[in-house]
């Protein structure tokens, strides 16, 4: 499971909070409230749907992605 602050970088790389939890900023008691419940809730995510939208974050998926937006 993943919680991370709810800003544009963590939002991308987690497509929006649907790869993992996300709360607001400077928010440590949210924060905190999630990590408890992240621990308790096992995950229910598809591995070969997570596998897929990670490679888009592996340094052949990076390059592939600024490739594609030069060309």
Known sequence: PVVASDV???????DGGKWG????????????????AS?????????NESHSYLQRFSPGGMIAGYVAAVS
């Open 8 to 14: 544009p970088a963590c939002r991308e790389a987690l």
């Open 21 to 36: 939890a996300l709360v607001p900023a400077a928010d440590s008691v949210t924060l905190a409230a999630a990590l408890i």
């Open 39 to 47: 621990i308790q809730v096992r995950s229910s995510l598809n591995r």
